[in-house]
């Protein structure tokens, strides 16, 4: 079955699109009526059924990688491309890239504060920095 709505394929005894939250009840003639849950048309004074919560679709082969967390690591543009691609049909596979991405950036920062207090201290070290009085 088809939702009247957005024309997204959702399960034939839907009472509700899980894609935009259209309430789905189908006539006798086998076309789309619009009624809510109490069998009440739209022009009929009724309460309105609040819509499910949205569903987003994760994949059943979704899992943690720690491959994909290293590729990230050493290629971060890669990792946040494919954190990017893969954030809601693959959510555990995303955050292992964007763990990687992340661990990455720390350590890269890291390596330049670590970087720039040797060469401070080298700088001072050497005597290259002179005080002058006048």
Not at 106 to 117: D, E, H, N, R, S
Not at 125 to 133: D, E, L, N, P
């Amino acid at each position: 079955m088809y939702c009247y709505k957005c024309g997204r394929q959702i399960e034939d005894n839907a009472k509700f699109c899980r894609y935009c939250g259209a309430a789905q009840q189908a006539d006798a003639a086998g076309g789309q009526k619009q009624e809510d849950l109490f069998g009440f048309q739209n022009n009929q004074s009724a309460p309105q059924p609040t819509p499910p919560p949205q569903y987003s679709y994760t994949a059943p082969d979704d899992s943690s990688s720690v491959g994909f967390g290293i590729l990230s690591a050493f290629f971060p543009v890669v990792g946040f491309i494919l954190w990017l691609v893969w954030r809601d049909r693959y959510p555990q596979r995303a955050r292992s890239c964007i763990i990687g991405v992340l661990v990455s950036v720390a350590l890269y920062v890291v390596m330049i504060i670590i970087t720039v207090a040797l060469s401070v201290s080298g700088i001072l070290a050497s005597g290259m920095i002179y005080s002058y009085s006048w």
